[in-house]
């Protein structure tokens, strides 16, 4: 299969440094597993519609089966919010967050926003996740990482 993987940019630096570090990951993660991973984070935009634009462009330019997109944030506890397109990335979403209650998320939510551009331009399965978490430790990362790896590598 071949993964868009992207961290989402609207965040702190500290978190966005987070996210990325996720992002880098799972793409060698996937790569490793033997899929293809695509980065479709974009470098400076004039602006986060421009930004978007190109996401859309890259993801089905490479014609993706799954886009996903991680936020990670801090916060005093542990959510996940998830957004998705498609049957098969609404049946990852509730797995994953079946899978982070392990990690004692307090919270997970599923959303089908098809306003959200993402999600109504890319042509493939989409699956956007906001993670919220109190512990930035490198292994948390790790972990939630191989936890939404082994869902969504199929």
Request: with cysteine.
């Amino acid at each position: 299969m071949k993964y868009g993987i992207d961290a989402m940019m609207n965040c702190l630096e500290e978190e966005l440094t987070l996210s990325h570090y996720v992002k880098e990951y799972m793409i060698n993660r996937i790569n490793e597993l033997g899929h293809i991973a695509v980065n479709c984070e974009v470098g400076k935009s004039k602006n986060l519609g421009e930004s978007l634009y190109n996401k859309v462009k890259i993801a089905n330019n490479a014609r993706v089966d799954l886009f996903f997109s991680i936020k990670i944030s801090l916060a005093k506890t542990s959510s996940v919010v998830l957004y998705t397109k498609g049957d098969a990335a609404k049946t990852m979403a509730e797995d994953i967050i079946k899978s982070l209650d392990e990690l004692k998320f307090s919270s997970g939510n599923i959303v089908s926003d098809s306003k959200l551009y993402l999600i109504k331009n890319i042509k493939a399965e989409v699956l956007l996740a906001e993670i919220e978490i109190n512990d930035a430790d490198e292994e948390i990362l790790k972990q939630i990482s191989e936890k939404i790896l082994k869902i969504i590598v199929i």
